[in-house]
Nanobody, 123 residues
Framework: VQLVESGGDLVQAGGSLRLSCAAS????????MGWYRQAPGKQRELVAT????????NFVDSVKGRFVISRDGAENTMYLEMNSLKPEDTAVYYC?????????????????WGQGTLVTVSE
């Protein structure tokens, strides 16, 4: 699985951006996709996830009500719609995909990451 993010930009506080993550390869094996972010000097944190089978989503509390995660299965693309952006949302945003290969005897989990896209929110 290969992941390529796009959409990062400089935006003023209160503005909106939409990030995209295009997946290629064995995309049918992907169980979950999501977005992480890493701000300067901070640890990477999970922002949002979406289950590719059920469509269920989860968000970190700090973005609930402001961010929306979605996926276009036909185009193998995931989106993160970010609204009411705040300076504290400034970070490199990474797309990730989780694949779990299960057999009768065991299951193996794989993670795939994109290269990241920079979002900068100015005051």
């Amino acid at each position: 699985v290969q992941l390529v993010e796009s959409g990062g930009d400089l935006v003023q506080a209160g503005g909106s951006l939409r990030l995209s993550c295009a997946a290629s390869g064995r995309t049918s094996d992907i169980n979950t996709m999501g977005w992480y972010r890493q701000a300067p000097g901070k640890q990477r944190e999970l922002v949002a996830t979406i289950n590719t089978g059920t469509g269920s989503t989860n968000f970190v509390d700090s973005v609930k009500g402001r961010f929306v995660i979605s996926r276009d299965g036909a185009e193998n693309t995931m989106y993160l719609e970010m609204n009411s952006l705040k300076p504290e949302d400034t970070a490199v945003y990474y797309c990730y995909a989780e694949v779990i290969i299960a057999t009768i005897e065991s299951s193996t989990r794989f993670e795939y990451w994109g290269q990241g896209t920079l979002v900068t929110v100015s005051e």
